[in-house]
């Protein structure tokens, strides 16, 4: 009987020392930081390589109707 409940208390230290460690959390935290960034990278250059398209498109467009511009 007392083998049981050491045997138990030993798989509760060890269970509870596996949910305390947090040795793997700082890795965890700079891949998601990385992604968001990245993320924000992606869309920012979509936005950007979007709006000089515009622009180019009116410059381009002006050129064609050069009189009405």
Request: hydrophobic letters at 55%; charged letters at 15%.
């Amino acid at each position: 009987m007392i083998d049981l409940i050491v045997r138990a208390q030993a798989s509760w230290i060890t269970l509870r020392a596996r949910f305390e460690d947090e040795t793997g959390a700082v890795a965890t935290e700079y891949a998601l930081l990385l992604t968001l960034i990245a993320l924000a990278i992606v869309a920012a250059s979509t936005a950007l390589g979007l709006a000089i398209a515009g622009k180019l498109q009116s410059g381009a467009d002006c050129l064609n109707t050069l009189p009405n511009c």
